[in-house]
């Protein structure tokens, strides 16, 4: 398995997960059963970047701290994961407002 795989593959779990949330935001007030659905969706994509973290950390573990390239790879890992899980948060903040609203 190419450790290179986890980063990229998480990157974009994450940020599925913001397009989900764009779109229930997009869809709330027309479509709130599409909106729901899209909520949903946005929550198995954090899962399964949180699934593969875990994979990727324990490989990481393996090394001990050794090997560069898989310390570049966390590093880049955790500015991935800090960056677009503050703007889930922020959409799904903006989502609940929306929907207390209606």
Excluded at 12 to 28: F, H, M, P, Q, V
Aim: net charge negative; glycine share 2%.
């Amino acid at each position: 398995m190419n450790p290179k795989y986890f980063r990229d593959q998480i990157c974009e779990e994450l940020e599925g997960a913001c397009d989900y949330l764009r779109k229930a935001i997009d869809t709330l007030s027309e479509h709130p059963d599409w909106s729901e659905h899209f909520t949903r969706m946005a929550e198995m994509e954090q899962q399964h970047a949180t699934t593969l973290y875990k994979m990727f950390i324990e490989l990481y573990a393996k090394s001990q701290g050794k090997d560069a390239y898989l310390s570049a790879l966390r590093d880049s890992i955790m500015d991935c994961f800090s960056t677009r899980m503050r703007k889930i948060e922020d959409y799904k903040t903006t989502y609940d407002m929306m929907e207390v609203g209606r």
